[in-house]
T-cell receptor, first 112, second 118 residues
Framework: DGGITQSPKYLFRKEGQNVTLSCEQNLNHDAMYWYRQDPGQGLRLIYYSQIVNDFQKGDIAEGYSVSREKKESFPLTVTSAQKNPTAFYLC???????????FGQGTRLTVV | AQKVTQAQTEISVVEKEDVTLDCVYETRDTTYYLFWYKQPPSGELVFLIRRNSFDEQNEISGRYSWNFQKSTSSFNFTITASQVVDSAVYFCALSGKLGGTSYGKLTFGQGTILTVHP
């Protein structure tokens, strides 16, 4: 089945460590997005990519990094510079400007 | 810059009541797209509807209806005869074109938590 797969579903990180969240899609979509969700703050855009080897910062990019080496994959690295990384992270993809975004099931990251 | 505001943080209703979720947006783009999503407790966002800036027709789908008014920059969502299964977080989103790019940013509102009591 076509869709977006995020892994892992739950992730625990020690303070000071980098961690990478995986996002893979087989929908042949050009655009991919990473969002962070905190209680009461909705979805905030971290990074987005409209084409392979290109990406743009969203509203809260500090402390995060991404790569887009393949159309299917858009991994997000949460670096030690991110002061409050505990959150729910959602990845999405879109096939066109007029179309809706499809979302993965999310990764819940907890810093311990 | 683009912005989506969902002023209602939480709404609580009793089953069978009608409920309207408000969404107000800001954008400088002349062409843009509006969306509504539902997020059940499982966490995955479920797409409900898309509307483009040139189409101000209201839409009804079963118990769901949407009222798009460009003059007031609003795209409100009404659930008629609410049910317990409607309990979820609902998000309004906006996508425009920026600097000639094809996709632009996809900006979400803060979400409205809807609780429907039996």
């Amino acid at each position: 089945d076509g869709g977006i797969t995020q892994s892992p579903k739950y992730l625990f990180r020690k303070e000071g460590q980098n961690v990478t969240l995986s996002c893979e899609q087989n929908l042949n979509h050009d655009a991919m997005y990473w969002y962070r969700q905190d209680p009461g703050q909705g979805l905030r855009l971290i990074y987005y990519s409209q084409i392979v080897n290109d990406f743009q910062k969203g509203d809260i990019a500090e402390g995060y990094s991404v790569s887009r080496e393949k159309k299917e994959s858009f991994p997000l690295t949460v670096t030690s510079a991110q002061k409050n990384p505990t959150a729910f992270y959602l990845c999405a993809s879109r096939g066109g400007a007029r179309t809706e975004a499809f979302f993965g099931q999310g990764t819940r990251l907890t810093v311990v | 810059a683009q912005k989506v505001t969902q002023a209602q943080t939480e709404i609580s209703v009793v089953e069978k009541e009608d409920v309207t979720l408000d969404c107000v947006y800001e954008t400088r783009d002349t062409t843009y797209y509006l969306f509504w999503y539902k997020q059940p407790p499982s966490g995955e966002l479920v797409f409900l509807i898309r509307r483009n800036s040139f189409d101000e027709q209201n839409e009804i789908s079963g118990r769901y209806s949407w009222n798009f008014q460009k003059s007031t920059s609003s795209f409100n969502f009404t659930i008629t005869a609410s049910q317990v299964v409607d309990s979820a977080v609902y998000f309004c989103a906006l996508s425009g074109k920026l600097g000639g790019t094809s996709y632009g940013k996809l900006t979400f509102g803060q979400g409205t938590i809807l609780t429907v009591h039996p």
